[in-house]
């Protein structure tokens, strides 16, 4: 499912789904008292301790864990195990990265570190408390060789695998939740019963899941009738590493027992040792899995339904955050693209405890529950309309595949389960999004996972900042490109009954109806000198300047107004002490497309000493005096009233070098003998700065000139020189 640094494991690089010719390797590799299982899924082990070599056969399970004070990052919220029959070993989730839950595995285990022998003899994970919620921490895997593939008549149970249930998968019969309330060791006890929790379940949940699956995926839940005190937490210091074994003692108290679509929910008041984290659950194969589950304190449909969803099978729903030369774009390849965990808010399984959206198309593909009448899935050019994904029946899906990469579109109203999203904004949105479903061979794209979905950003303008604030439906009436050009939609229009879409499979050469979209256009940046300190270096004073371009971007529907907006940056330049330095910066603005659009900005800068007497003339009582913090290490200096200095320049930006500090007084600012500006030199701590600076329209000689309005002790002035730019 994901890629990880721990795949690459140089001493022990064997593929994943090695033959047994790779395992036979393997284990000439292994030291002394391994043991073999065949048959059923099984452990055997060395004689423990660390550093021995074992063979392990079991069935790949994995857990998600919904850390809600801090959500976790792509990759670190989902936890691989090979369930054995006595319990559960993890492993680093790279090692069986592509490896389906469910299969049945003989992994080969380089080093048991890590690992403890049970009772009877088999293998069980012993992890610190940081590593046992790592998902790349675990026994060190040297192969990995599939017995059996997970087989499509098989569906992950939470502790391992069972033939599925026809009826349940079907929708004929509801999903049956056991539900515990467990008292932890060193854990509070708690109001909330069984029977609360249960008619969360039989009531909202069910509620939620039927309507969203039409009817596939309903729950009915029993309460057990006392609280069963465990000697087993679910969680140590934030790690849930003895989750398996606390799921064990609670089923083997209350005689729950695995099977397709059986549940086993556990509520515990919340316990210190799960820190942030909400809730755990078991990842199931499919709408008829079963699944444990328990939560950290939470009775609530967001909750308990969302941990429901990872045990049919789901994974999160995720935004994709990508950038081209640091500029948000709705798409570009997977290497420039990375996901933010809980971030496509619009339905369960993201940040699930405010709202519950409709549950989104590409998890509703990922259940199967999307049929020929439900979901279009052309191969020509064409246009389709979208009825609202709320209303549960009709043409709802749009997908377009280039090679094993699918876009699946959706259109949302504000009805049903998404009423929310009339009256909050930035959580979800009506409109038309698109989410992509990632070909795992493709370079950069091993780090997404098939279970979870991934929503494009329609919208890359806005920044989606934090939840409540996401904005990813596409605009109307421009065309926009995928998959590199190779597919091409268009929201024609929307209506509370429908969205207008126009598709296309192949370039846009291939579609009369193609528009091009208009491409932003970036002005020249012009640099201009920005008041402020300088920095004195021995190559020239370094000194802000700033750089301004404008862009223009043509509206997405062709009848729209085009969007102006300025760029601007504050950065320094170095000003040469002799003749003049060339200064760059280039603008880019990315259309919705991709395509960067960029513009070239140059200058020159000159620093002019205040000791060239060709350029500078003083009047009235100045000295030269020596500054070491001053460039060429003097300074001229009067405390006259009335002094002045003029000088003439040729540049189209100009700033003056004047010292500051707390016997410095005002000064007076002429260009061309009009005065400009009045500026205060007093301040606390002395330093050199660019009190004044001007820009021009053009490259022109102008005349400037500095006078002493306070003179005195405190009414110092001292001149540096002058900063021009051309
Ligand atoms: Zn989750």
Excluded at 561 to 573: E, M, P
Aim: include cysteine.
């Amino acid at each position: 499912m994901r890629s990880s640094g721990y795949a690459v494991r140089a001493y022990a690089m064997l593929p994943a789904f090695a033959g047994p010719g790779v395992l036979a390797l393997a284990a000439t590799l292994t030291v002394s008292g391994l043991l073999v299982a065949t048959g059923a899924p099984s452990a055997s082990a060395a004689a423990g301790g660390p550093h021995v070599a074992a063979v392990v056969v079991g069935t790949v399970e994995r857990m998600h864990l919904d850390d809600f004070a801090a959500p976790l990052p792509e990759g670190q919220d989902e936890l691989t195990f090979v369930r054995t029959v006595d319990d559960a070993i993890q492993v680093p989730a790279g090692d069986l990265a592509h490896v389906a839950n469910g299969t049945t595995v003989r992994v080969s285990l380089a080093d048991t570190a890590g690992t403890r022998v049970t009772a009877s003899g088999a293998l069980t994970s012993d992890l610190d408390r940081t590593q046992s919620r790592d998902p790349q921490a675990g026994a060190d895997v040297a192969s990995v060789d599939v017995v059996a593939p997970a087989q499509a008549d098989v569906v992950a149970t939470g502790t391992g695998t069972a033939p599925t249930d026809v009826a349940v998968a079907a929708g004929a019969a509801p999903h049956d939740v056991t539900v515990v309330v467990a008292k932890l060791p060193g854990g509070t006890a708690t109001m909330v019963t069984a029977a609360d929790v249960a008619a969360t379940i039989s009531s909202g949940v069910n509620s939620y899941w039927s309507t969203v699956t039409g009817g596939a995926v309903g729950f009915t839940a029993t309460a057990y009738p006392s609280v069963v005190t465990t000697t087993n937490a679910p969680c140590s210091n934030g790690g849930v590493g003895g989750s398996s074994a606390f799921w064990t003692e609670v089923a083997q108290k209350t005689g729950w027992s695995a099977g397709p679509g059986k549940h086993l929910v556990v509520y515990f008041p919340a316990f210190a040792g799960c820190g942030g984290i909400a809730g755990l659950a078991t990842v199931g194969g499919g709408a008829g899995s079963g699944g444990q589950v328990w939560t950290n304190g939470w009775n609530s449909v967001g909750v308990i339904g969302h941990e429901l969803g990872h045990n049919i099978g789901l994974g999160h729903s995720q935004i994709l955050d990508c950038a081209v030369s640091g500029v948000r774009v709705l798409e570009t390849s997977p290497t420039g693209c990375s996901p933010r965990p809980y971030a496509d808010t619009n339905d369960i399984m993201a940040v699930s405890w405010n709202y519950q959206g409709y549950l989104n198309a590409v998890h509703l593909r990922t259940l199967g529950l999307l049929d020929a009448t439900s979901q279009a899935a052309p191969t020509d050019n064409g246009q389709v309309v979208l009825s609202p994904l709320e209303r549960g029946a009709g043409l709802r899906v749009l997908t377009l595949t280039d090679g094993n990469t699918h876009y699946v579109l959706e259109f949302r109203q504000p009805v049903g389960l998404d009423s929310w999203m009339s009256s909050v904004s930035g959580w979800g949105a009506a409109g038309v999004t698109v989410r992509k479903e990632f070909d795992p061979s493709q370079a950069g794209a091993g780090g997404f996972s098939s279970i979870e979905s991934y929503v494009l950003d329609g919208d890359p303008s806005t920044p989606d900042s934090g939840f409540g604030s996401m904005y990813n439906t596409l605009p109307t009436g421009g065309w926009i490109d995928l998959a590199d050009g190779r597919l091409g939609i268009r929201v024609e229009s929307m209506s509370a009954s429908g969205a207008v879409v126009d598709y296309r499979n192949g370039p846009a050469t291939s579609d009369p109806r193609y528009v091009a979209p208009a491409q932003p256009t970036v002005s020249t940046p012009l640099g201009r000198i920005a008041s402020g300190s300088l920095r004195v270096t021995s190559t020239g004073p370094v000194v802000p300047i700033t750089w301004t371009w404008q862009v223009v971007t043509p509206g997405t529907n062709p009848s729209a107004a085009a969007s102006v907006s300025t760029g601007r940056v504050a950065t320094t330049a170095r000003f040469a002490l002799s003749g003049w330095s060339p200064v760059a910066y280039r603008a880019v603005a990315v259309s919705t497309d991709g395509t960067p659009v960029t513009a070239l900005g140059v200058a020159r800068t000159h620093y002019t000493s205040e000791t060239n007497s060709r350029v500078v003339k003083y009047s009235r009582g100045w000295r030269p005096a020596r500054s070491t913090g001053a460039n060429g290490r003097t300074v001229q200096v009067s405390a006259v009233k009335g002094a002045a200095v003029t000088f003439r320049a040729t540049s189209r930006s100009l700033g003056v070098v004047l010292a500051c500090g707390p016997s410095y007084g005002v000064v007076a600012v002429y260009v061309d003998h009009r005065r400009v500006a009045v500026r205060n030199l007093r301040t606390p701590h002395s330093a050199l700065v660019v009190p004044w600076a001007t820009t021009f329209g053009s490259t022109t000689a102008h005349t400037v000139t500095i006078v002493n309005l306070s003179g005195g002790k405190l009414g110092w002035l001292a001149f540096d020189g002058i900063v021009s730019m051309v």
